[in-house]
């Protein structure tokens, strides 16, 4: 088990045949990842990188192929499109990589798929893998290894060198999840938490946040009552300066400026482990298994 | 990015919003000229993009285009939080009777634009959050909805607002909403709109900040900005795509990601150094980016030392490397570098770089640590 992809996913790229797009196809087969179709407007009929077949529409390329889960490529401009199109053809799962999406079009966006059944991960993010089934994103495969930590992350980068710290160890990893660092985004930490709390193969959870906004609070508080699994936190941005916007209109709606300090100290409340530092953090997973 | 004052308005204006008569000045004579067309008193106002323009005494009334000449010269050229004032705005003078805030923001937890309004106009709406919440109303727009009548009312009542006001407010709330949209912003506000002694509502004082990422469909608000509010270091980092910020460290500090960045930053300090900078070079960065990049951090004087660190993911660590050996063969550096690659091609990218004899560390933290002692004068 695991959580959101897996050996059964039958993965569908949309936007294939851009350079983005083929150079991480070709990552994602290598790493056995089954992608069973492309989708690029107007090139229908040809093929792609792993004689993947290319479909004009997601609509196409589902009834071809059965895909049940998106990934998308496309520039910025053009991924609401994409993501708009990939929940109205019924896909489960949709993970968009692009970064620079408008966040007015994302304002849009959620608005639509609160009327389906489309999970969207992302935007701007590195996508999702399930170490030796499923690579569905831009991170480095090789430094996974199959195990029982489950990572959810705003960050991308900074995933990665968790994952490699914990790998280092011998500690492996369930599922990683990349949320995505835009304002607005299809998944959050709360969604992620459930569902690593319900998998019986997630053991313990590493949660990587970032100032801004307030999903970490309300992640604090779903780990204090409903979250059984232990839980090892970290937020980068201890040491980042106030944002030089001219306000922080945004936040006060939110509810308080969202430092760092602030999210520590709810997620130390709510019986998480804090890391001060990201190599704490492997240190700290270590420590639960021993 | 952020827009000026009279771009703002502007922008207002052309959405239905009642905003003074006015022009923009970078001359005192030009002042004068804006004074004696609009014949009457006017307020002559600094176009900085920093708040407490008042205070800093960059807002003056001037009773006569001799005086708004006068006030025009003391205020152009002035410093103002580290900005010079190079244009002022010249408006006629509103007869105010009392003063409300309105502002649009995106609300990133109720995922929806909310619109808010306060009775506390001119102050600052920080301020009035922080002391005294309860005077400030919101509503949250749907997006397929848009901002509907009762919507506006709701606020217009929750203030307090007159009703012989009420129609007017509803049409300028809308007017703020579409502003908002057709300009993809990230904050709109009007503060204060204020009531006049004829009973009008005029939206004296504004400003609008625009959602970077949505520029491209917007050529002609891209075109208004104002290259003095950055530093140079700035504005070539946002030419080359790259997000730098200045610090007062002196570290400097290279990394991809903005997550990991501000991770990097955290773990120098967590071992007794002070960043330099942030500068996350994004996804993606080739080799003339990153010497881009290098160029920025070394161009600051307090930087004793550098670190980058790179995690490949779309970047790969090799072309991080090439980068980084073009970087130090056309500057003139001198300073010590600390260099951590790891994730795609890290192999290929540590060979490059013991090749031409760098020193490279594996974890983060013995990075930092390397770092922190080199910059302290220490052998690394």
């Not at chain 2, 307020?43 to 708004?68: C, F």
């Not at chain 2, 106009?121 to 009035?128: K, N, R």
């Not at chain 2, 848009?146 to 709330?173: C, N, S, V």
Request: aromatic share 4%; hydrophobic share 45%; charged share 20%.
């Amino acid at each position: 088990m695991s959580i959101l992809v897996n050996k059964d996913t039958r993965l569908l790229v949309q936007g294939i045949t851009g350079r983005e797009g083929a150079f991480h196809t070709q990552q994602m087969i290598e790493y056995g990842t089954n992608v069973v179709a492309g989708v690029t407007p107007g090139k229908g009929g040809e093929w792609a990188v792993g004689n993947t077949p290319v479909f004009d529409t997601v609509v196409d390329a589902v009834k071809a192929t059965e895909a049940n889960v998106s990934i998308i490529y496309v520039p910025a401009r053009f991924a609401p499109g994409a993501i708009i199109e990939a929940a109205d053809a019924g896909l489960d799962l949709v993970i968009c990589i692009t970064e620079g999406v408008p966040a007015l079009d994302m304002v849009e966006v959620r608005a639509f798929l609160d009327t389906t059944d489309t999970r969207l991960i992302g935007p701007n993010c590195p996508g999702i893998i399930t170490p030796e089934e499923a690579k569905v994103g831009i991170m480095p495969g090789h430094i996974h290894t199959k195990g029982h930590v489950g990572l959810v992350s705003r960050s991308g980068t900074l995933t990665y060198e968790v994952v490699y710290a914990l790998t280092s160890r011998g500690i492996g990893q369930s599922t990683a999840v990349g949320i995505g660092g835009d304002p607005i985004i299809g998944t959050t930490f709360l969604d992620v938490l459930q569902l690593f709390e319900d998998d019986p193969d997630t053991e313990q959870v590493v949660l990587i946040g970032e100032i801004g906004g307030t999903d970490e609070q309300k992640a604090a508080e779903f780990i204090a009552n409903r979250m059984s699994k232990p839980v090892t936190a970290f937020i980068a941005g201890q040491t980042a300066p106030p944002g030089r916007r001219m306000g922080h209109a945004g936040a006060i709606i939110s509810g308080g400026e969202c430092t760092a300090a602030e999210k520590m100290a709810a997620l130390k409340a709510a019986g998480a482990q804090v890391a001060r530092h990201p190599d704490e953090i492997a240190e700290m997973v270590a420590a639960n298994l021993s | 990015m952020n827009l000026h004052e009279y771009q703002s308005k502007r922008i207002f204006a052309k959405y239905g919003i009642p905003i003074p008569k006015g022009e923009v000045a970078a001359t005192p004579a030009q002042a004068r000229d804006i004074a004696v067309r609009l014949g009457g008193p006017v307020v002559v106002k600094s176009q900085v993009l920093v708040g407490g323009r008042g205070k800093a005494g960059g807002i003056k009334v001037a009773q006569t285009p001799d005086e708004a000449e006068a006030r025009a010269d003391e205020i152009l050229g002035m410093d103002i939080k580290g900005l010079t004032v190079k244009k002022v705005l010249v408006d006629e003078a509103a007869d105010i009777r009392s003063e409300i805030y309105l502002g649009a923001v995106l609300d990133r937890a109720r995922r929806r634009v909310v619109l808010m309004a306060s009775s506390e106009g001119g102050v600052e709406i920080e301020q009035v959050a922080a002391e005294t919440p309860e005077k400030i109303v919101t509503v949250a727009v749907h997006p397929f909805l848009g901002l509907r009548d009762y919507q506006a009312r709701f606020l217009a009542e929750g203030i307090g607002l007159p009703k012989e006001h009420t129609r007017q407010f509803i049409k300028i709330a809308k007017g703020l909403y579409e502003a908002y949209m057709g300009s993809d912003a990230s904050l709109a506000e009007i503060n204060p709109l204020v009531i006049t002694g004829d009973n009008q509502l005029l939206a004296v004082d504004g400003k609008i900040a625009l959602d970077d990422s949505a520029l491209f469909r917007h050529p002609d608000l891209a075109e208004m900005r104002d290259p003095d509010s950055e530093s140079p270091s700035e504005v070539v980092a946002r030419r080359h795509d790259l997000n730098y910020i200045q610090l007062d460290g002196e570290i400097g500090c290279m990394v991809n990601g903005a997550g990991l960045a501000m991770a990097t930053m955290d773990i120098v300090k967590f071992y007794g150094g002070d960043p330099a900078n942030f500068l996350d070079i994004g996804g993606g960065a080739q080799a003339d980016k990153v010497a881009t990049a290098l160029g920025i951090i070394l161009a600051d004087e307090q930087v004793k030392a550098v670190l980058i660190n790179i995690f490949g993911g779309i970047t790969r660590c090799d072309e991080v490397a090439k980068g980084v050996l073009t970087a130090i063969e056309s500057l003139d550096a001198d300073v010590p570098f600390v260099v951590r690659l790891a994730g795609t091609n890290e192999k290929e990218g540590r060979e490059i770089l013991a090749e031409a004899h760098f020193p490279t560390a594996t974890t983060l933290a013995e990075a930092a640590q390397l770092a922190v002692a080199a910059a302290k004068g220490e052998q690394a």
